[in-house]
């Protein structure tokens, strides 16, 4: 049974008025890496491979050459995401998202871009004392995961949308 995606009140509200499309979570246990890769802790054979923006496969690259987000190596599979699978429907308040996709990478690749699927705006509303978006995602990741931005920590990105009949 997938674990079920939970939101803060104002977050909650980013998704319904349709500002946040995409959230973030700590990927427990962290991948270890490993005889020069990352490797999942149970399944020492389902290596992460570095992944081109597009998404392809493209063997193993350091990962100043790609886009710091990882690909299963294996069948691209990213079923071990313990909030389920991409078409997985969830609640969130009276209304019903669905997941649409499903990646990992370090929480400090976040790029501009998602951090305003994730519901941020310099605008928004929040009240975090900083003027710059990414220090205001980096202060709500701390306040919520303390101590996981500085070490990089590994995270579950799952974007979701309306669920389309």
């Known amino acids: 049974m997938a674990m079920p995606i939970k939101f803060t009140p104002e977050l909650e509200r980013a998704v319904l008025d349709k500002k946040k499309t995409e959230t973030r979570r700590l990927m427990d246990p962290q991948p270890v890496h490993e005889d020069g890769g990352y490797y999942w ?3 020492k054979d389902w290596k992460l491979a570095w992944a081109a923006e597009d998404s392809t ?6 990962q100043d050459d790609w886009r710091p987000h990882v690909i299963f190596e294996q069948g691209h599979d990213p079923s071990l995401c313990p909030y389920g699978a991409i078409g997985r429907w969830f609640p969130v308040g009276s209304e019903i998202r669905q997941i649409t996709g499903i990646r990992i990478e370090r929480i400090q690749g976040i790029t501009e871009e ?3 699927a ?3 705006t310099n605008n ?3 009240d975090w004392g900083y ?3 990414v220090e205001d995602f980096q202060d709500l990741w701390e306040s919520i995961y303390p101590g996981s931005w500085e070490r990089n920590e590994w995270v579950w990105v799952i974007q979701f949308g309306e669920v389309v009949l």
Do not use: Q, T, V
């Open 41 to 43: 802790p149970s399944r």
């Open 57 to 62: 496969l493209s063997g193993i690259k350091k």
């Open 114 to 116: 998602s951090m305003l």
């Open 118 to 120: 994730e519901g941020l």
């Open 124 to 126: 928004s509303g929040y």
């Open 131 to 133: 003027e710059c978006l």
